[in-house]
């Protein structure tokens, strides 16, 4: 018998048993996967429940507006809740690349989510790569849909990007129209 097909046989004699130890395995993986995605350290309010992020933006002379009052449901995975608390602590502590990175995992675990596209954006606004932040901010329009509350936070936050690239008639004209809606 050839080397070949003496490895060939011999492979196809340990894939046989292997389904049971497989599906075992890939449990384990999962049970995992769920302890490791418990939510973490997600800031809490009074009540207990997620406090929302800050939807805070900076403008162009690099001050920050008040936050604005929106009332925006939690993220839908725990995971991604934990990552977006995280960012937000390295952004206090002065850490705006991690912050990206972290931003971006969340991403990853929620692409749909309007909120980590609007945040990822401020994080690179207040980076100075205004082309970035421009491309995350039409993302999070984009993924607003119906939802008036993420569509305004995001409006706003393109506007605040028109803003510093120097486009404040565009800028202005989305802050009247979605500032108006909200309040």
């Known amino acids: 018998m050839t080397e070949i097909k003496r490895r060939t046989v011999a492979l196809s004699h ?4 292997q389904p049971r130890r497989r599906a075992s395995t890939l449990l384990v993986v999962f049970l995992l996967a769920g302890c490791v995605s418990t939510g973490g350290n997600v800031p809490r309010d009074e009540s207990g429940s ?11 002379s690099g001050d920050t507006e ?7 449901a939690p993220l839908r995975s725990s995971g991604a809740q934990t990552l977006l608390a995280q960012a937000n602590n390295a952004l206090a ?12 995992r969340a991403i990853r675990i929620e692409p749909r989510e309007a909120l980590l596209w609007i945040k990822l954006s401020e994080v690179h606004l207040s ?6 932040a421009f491309q995350h901010a039409r993302k999070a329009v984009a993924l ?12 706003l936050q393109l506007a605040n990007v028109y ?20 309040g």
Request: positive net charge; proline residues 7%; aromatic residues 2%.
């Open 50 to 60: 997620p406090q929302q992020p800050s939807t805070s933006k900076p403008t162009a």
């Open 14 to 17: 340990l894939a046989a048993g």
């Open 127 to 132: 980076q100075r790569d205004d082309l970035t």
């Open 66 to 72: 008040a936050p604005a009052q929106l009332v925006i």
């Open 144 to 155: 607003a849909g119906s939802d008036s509350d993420k569509a305004t936070a995001a409006w």
């Open 93 to 104: 502590e002065q850490r705006p690349e991690t912050a990206i990175l972290l931003l971006e």
């Open 163 to 182: 803003e510093v690239q120097g486009k404040t008639t565009e800028a202005k004209q989305i802050r009247q129209r979605y500032r108006r809606a909200r």
